[in-house]
């Protein structure tokens, strides 16, 4: 298996895209576990299956349709990708993130990433849903940065800066639109570890204390790909189950399917307010 993706690979992807569209999207979406659903309301939608593409990993998980949907949302040309690829897949950390590379070879400067999680943080209910204001590299921590490997001098530095990995302006259009809809919006750290297995509760207590809020298997890696972009990133995070800290109850995947029903309409109302404000 290849471990890094050269920028050849990642224009020839952008290459094929860009023949089979007529707009030029700005903004990048990427739906995670359940969220699907908002994919559906893109208007003109062009549909692009990961399969058709060339060096393109396909999504195996139940949950995640596996294509690009592109079109307009709230009059904004987007590019919303139904369906993510996750580490534990089996793909490497360049297979991965590539979707976020091809965006930026398209030219999109703004990327609107969603996941499902667990809540960490007590105060936390399935169903709710929080603005993600920094996150925990857990994966790269040990080990599993996206960043390894030659460079690409040409999308951005060997060393970028983390200092704000999500943009403090967004943070305050997603504020101003949960405010406006009466939708209680949850802040916290996201953190991020590989999966596919479930937290254990000694995991979530140590994740609590590390100061993590929510935690899933996702979202990280895409976001210091996009940041090493320069590109600007807004996160939310559909709380699909509590944290288990004690050991008393079972997570499983239907579980966070079935909350995703309850997450999508308020993921939906704050990602069109905040394509309203760009």
């Known amino acids: ?26 903004v990048g979406i990427i739906l995670g576990s359940g969220l699907n659903g908002l994919a559906d309301s893109v208007q003109g939608a062009v549909h692009i299956p990961y399969s058709d593409l060339p060096n393109f990993p396909v999504s195996t998980v139940h949950g995640h349709v596996g294509r690009f949907v592109i079109g307009h949302l709230e009059d904004k040309p987007v590019l919303v990708m139904q369906g993510r690829i996750h580490y534990y897949e089996g793909y490497t950390m360049g ?45 790269g921590m040990s080990g599993l940065n996206p960043l390894m490997g030659p460079n690409l001098d040409e999308i951005g530095p060997r060393f970028p800066d983390m200092s704000q990995p999500y943009d403090r302006t967004y943070f305050e259009y997603a504020r101003e639109v949960a405010r406006e809809s009466n939708l209680i919006l949850r802040e916290g750290v996201y953190a991020g570890l590989s999966g596919p297995s479930f937290e254990s509760p000694a995991d979530l207590r140590f994740l609590r204390l590390a100061g993590a809020d929510a935690v899933g298997m996702s979202t990280v890696p895409e976001v210091i790909i996009a940041r090493h972009g320069n590109m600007r990133v807004l996160g939310l995070s559909g709380i699909s189950n509590k944290a288990n800290l004690d050991g008393s109850t079972i997570t499983t995947h239907e579980e966070v399917i079935e909350a995703g029903k309850v997450i999508t309409p308020k993921v939906e109302k704050i990602v069109r307010g905040v394509l309203r404000r760009l």
């Open 95 to 139: 297979q991965v993130t590539l979707p976020v590379r091809v965006m930026q070879r398209l030219g999109i400067e703004n990327l609107i990433v969603t996941n499902a999680a667990g809540g960490v943080n007590s105060d936390f209910v399935p169903g709710d849903i929080m603005l993600i204001t920094d996150q925990l590299n857990l994966m």
């Open 1 to 26: 298996m290849q471990t890094f993706i050269s920028l050849a690979q990642i224009d020839e992807t952008a290459r094929r895209i860009k023949q089979q569209i007529s707009v030029q999207p700005i």
